[in-house]
């Protein structure tokens, strides 16, 4: 069977259990669902569950893709109307055998404008990335097929996450053969250029008035063959295994942020470039510190003292402590702002530290502080303050 039609009779909304109308959101929590349940991690040594695992992943790497989704959705609907069909008869593509006359489509429709290996866009390009790289002349090495992206996620202290830091991810993931390096040739041999096609992927056939390009089938559409296939990964350059990966998390990254990792997802095919892997932080709550965009905020507990007759505190800040000065008369709940003392920004500076102060009140006094209390509650009765003056009329 054709590559092309492995590719497009592949049901991929079966793959993730989701009806063809299901939305951008339904796909991705069924395909975050299913990757928790098939990881290789959770199902050490089935062999079934990692195969579900990749058709999972490539079902995910096309619907998750806005243009991909459509084009995948317009192929398998002209496979459906019986306009495009393999030569060798059955339904799917093999790069001919299209159907003529008035119900027939038009070539340009097929590959984006103009004949077979013409212009980008369209369907050519759809089945071009489908198919790694097979889909129209000229589509050799540079358009294999990619691998796809991962996904996976870390939680970080509050400080960590506000000074940057390095964090070690342990990753399970279809990766570059060790054995190989890659290539999915033997150590000591290497693939060589197809000789059906000299290396360009595809060949030439005539039907009626039109010339078409297909895969070749010597190589299926790799432009190379491998004479002695690695025993590690069987000639395919990448093998499932766990991997450390030491990731530099910026000064600044918030709560759900994301962080790509060029190149770090799962291996293309024969040394194919690999996807990327995105890495989602968490960042656990701080008992001193919360976060306002770039501000850091404290509450700061004062005495009533304190606020009446003004004080320098010292205030904890990220790496030490400062001291704030308290101005005489400050109300309960007044925010002071210290610049500069807050999170660290990426286009260079900080933001600021707001401390809000919060009068603590004894529970118990001793006999001397209890009069105290009682002469300034009667030294403020004299001088005319009200604190409620005004309140509730």
């Not at 429709?109 to 071009?128: P, Q, R, S, T």
């Not at 990966?245 to 790509?260: A, K, L, S, T, Y």
């Not at 003004?310 to 925010?335: M, W």
Request: hydrophobic fraction near 30%; aromatic fraction near 6%.
């Amino acid at each position: 069977m054709a590559p092309q039609r492995e590719w497009l009779d592949r049901d991929f909304y079966a793959d993730l259990g989701v009806s063809s109308d299901a939305s951008a959101d339904q796909i991705k929590k069924a395909y975050r669902r299913l990757a928790r349940e098939l990881h290789p991690d959770a199902n050490p040594g089935d062999t079934a569950a990692e195969e579900r695992f990749k058709r999972v992943s490539e079902a995910h790497s096309v619907l998750a893709d806005e243009t991909k989704r459509r084009e995948y959705d317009e192929a398998r609907t002209l496979m459906a109307s019986g306009r495009f069909r393999g030569g060798g008869g059955g339904g799917g593509f093999s790069g001919g055998g299209f159907s003529g006359g008035a119900d027939g489509f038009d070539l340009g429709d097929l590959f984006g404008g103009g004949a077979a290996g013409g212009g980008g866009g369209g369907l050519g390009d759809m089945l071009g990335d489908l198919l790694g790289g097979r889909g129209r002349p000229g589509g050799t090495q540079q358009r294999q097929r990619r691998g796809n992206d991962l996904e996976t996620q870390t939680t970080l202290a509050f400080r960590d996450a506000v000074q940057g830091t390095t964090v070690s991810l342990r990753v399970t993931s279809p990766s570059p053969c060790t054995a190989c390096h890659g290539s999915g040739a033997r150590p000591g041999s290497s693939p060589r250029t197809c000789p059906t096609c000299n290396g360009s992927a595809f060949v030439t056939r005539s039907q009626g008035h039109f010339g078409f390009s297909e895969p070749c089938p010597d190589c299926q559409g790799t432009g190379t063959k491998i004479d002695q296939p690695c025993t590690d990964c069987g000639g395919n350059g990448v093998t499932v295994r766990p991997r450390t990966i030491n990731v530099r998390v910026p000064q600044g990254v918030e709560d759900g942020q994301r962080i790509r990792l060029a190149g770090q997802g799962e291996a293309g095919m024969r040394g194919a470039p690999s996807g990327d892997l995105y890495v989602t932080v968490h960042v656990k709550p701080d008992a001193v510190f919360t976060r306002s965009g770039n501000d850091l905020k404290v509450q700061l507990p004062v005495s009533i003292s304190e606020l009446v007759l003004g004080a320098t505190v010292s205030v904890p800040t990220l790496d030490s402590s400062v001291g704030v000065k308290i101005p005489a008369g400050t109300s309960d709940g007044r925010t002071l702002r210290l610049k500069g003392r807050g999170v660290p920004k990426r286009s260079g500076g900080s933001g600021d530290l707001l401390v809000t102060v919060k009068v603590s009140v004894p529970t118990t006094l001793d006999e001397p502080a209890i009069d105290a209390m009682t002469r300034y509650a009667e030294a403020e009765k004299a001088s005319g303050f009200d604190p409620r003056a005004g309140w509730g009329r």
